[in-house]
């Protein structure tokens, strides 16, 4: 999928039960429990999740029989402890969601508009060690969409482990 | 010494923990070479003892040991920064700590 295509809708299951898709302005994350990149970026893009009235999903494509820590059940344990999120945490057990985004890393951050158009992809911001930076890139992409306005950065490098695709 | 480093292609730490190890070899004074060991299936890391990419050996012992007995595999490891933050790459001053050690028990 590229810059200005129309994005696939979809219904997705999250940690409570529940069927979660795109819904106006949209973040997709796709992320996992068990990528060191993920989850150095996990506080980051829940603070933008918290600052944005927008929709905000995280989708967990792995293959759980190969890293059983990121099964549906072990993403409801991690979310209980955590003592709940404050965005759903879907389960896109087929993968399908996942190939037809081209996600190819965990995280990898996609920004729908209003009408699902792709306005970003990439990654949060520039560095996993720095805190300071605070998922700057996702946060000026929505900072555009909500304006009315494109991205000056539409795209940069998703950075993360690869998706664990299942074979 | 022998110095390895484990590394699978799925996780792109592993040349940003080649460069903190070279740094911190040069600063910790040891010439020592940098042996890239590139992990490529599931038998080979459960052949390796591989917990996950990238990994450190001196002298075929892992300078981080990890606390969780994880099975091994292709993955990517989570290390922990000193302030408590996860990362994909070892601490900078625990990587020279660990080297500081190894050398002194030579």
């Given amino acids: ?167 | 010494m022998r110095v390895e480093l484990l590394w699978w292609d799925g996780c792109p730490s592993y040349p940003e923990t080649q460069a903190d190890l070279r740094e911190a070899l040069a600063s910790e004074g040891v010439d020592a070479e940098i042996e890239m060991v590139e992990i490529e299936s599931d038998d080979q890391a459960r052949r390796e003892r591989f917990p996950g990419s990238p990994t450190i050996r001196i002298d075929g012992e892992d300078v981080f040991p990890p606390e969780e007995q994880e099975p091994f595999s292709l993955t990517c490891r989570v290390y922990r920064l000193r302030d408590g933050r996860p990362s994909p790459t070892p601490d900078r001053e625990d990587l020279r700590a660990a080297l500081r050690r190894c050398h002194a028990h030579r």
């Fill in chain 1, 1 to 167: 999928m590229r810059i200005g295509d129309k994005a696939a809708s979809f219904s997705l299951p999250d940690t409570d039960g529940q069927e979660r898709g795109p819904d106006g302005v949209t973040v997709v994350v796709f992320t996992c429990n068990h990528c060191p990149y993920a989850l150095a970026w996990h506080d980051r893009l829940t603070q933008v999740a918290e600052d944005y009235e927008v929709t905000f999903l995280a989708v967990n494509p792995n293959d759980a029989e190969r890293y059983p820590r990121d099964s549906f059940d072990a993403m409801k344990e991690r979310v209980e402890a955590d003592g709940g999120w404050p965005y759903p945490y879907l389960r896109d057990a087929s993968q399908e969601v996942a190939r037809a985004y081209g996600a190819q890393t965990t995280p990898d951050v996609f920004v729908l508009d209003a009408e699902r158009i792709l306005c970003y992809r990439g990654a949060p911001d520039a560095d996993h060690r720095d805190e300071g930076q605070r998922a700057v890139w996702l946060r000026e992409a929505l900072d555009a969409v909500l304006a009315g306005d494109e991205p000056q950065r539409p795209e940069t490098e998703p950075v993360g482990c690869s998706i664990k695709w299942s074979r």
